[in-house]
């Protein structure tokens, strides 16, 4: 009788914990307006930012904020909620030293010190996930502080 107590144990235990590997590694959905969002920025150049949030209620990443083309980085930094973790795509302008003009997407991933623990561990087991989606992101940076993604280190990583 112990032994098939234990059998059923360990099967269970092994189920649930392929069940948490399996939720864990396939993350939140992803609603279709973030793809179509990224899209327009990418390619027609629709938008300057986009802030995307996870919906804990319905478990998706959905479209927070749409920045317009001529709205700049502190307009995009003043978009980010303090104390709350987001992803966020950014379409930096610049100029290289050989007078080109070029233009890099960002992938921000925003987790600050002061935002609760299940959503920092909510949005790092998402972010991969919600990555993959947005094809065509060229720098990834991950911020817990906003000297982390000062308008400098943009600068610093589109060169």
């Given amino acids: ?75 995009f930094t003043n978009s980010i909620p303090a104390d709350e973790c987001r992803y966020a795509v950014y379409d930096f302008d610049f100029t290289t030293e050989e007078n080109c003009q070029k233009s890099k997407i960002f992938f921000i991933s925003w987790s600050p010190d002061t935002s609760r623990v299940r959503s920092k561990m909510l949005y790092a087991s998402s972010k991969d996930r919600f990555k993959r989606e947005l094809e065509g992101i060229q720098v990834e940076l991950q911020a817990t502080d906003p000297t982390e993604m000062s308008l400098d280190v943009i600068k610093g990583r589109a060169l």
């Fill in 1 to 75: 009788m112990r032994e098939t107590f234990n059998r059923i144990m360990k099967t269970g235990t092994c189920q649930i914990m392929n069940q948490i590997k399996s939720n864990a590694s396939s993350g939140m959905a992803v609603h279709d307006d973030c793809k179509l969002k990224f899209l327009e920025l990418k390619a027609k150049r629709n938008h300057r930012f986009i802030v995307f949030k996870i919906e804990e209620k319905i478990q998706q990443v959905i479209v927070e904020k749409i920045g317009d083309p001529d709205e700049s980085y502190e307009d």
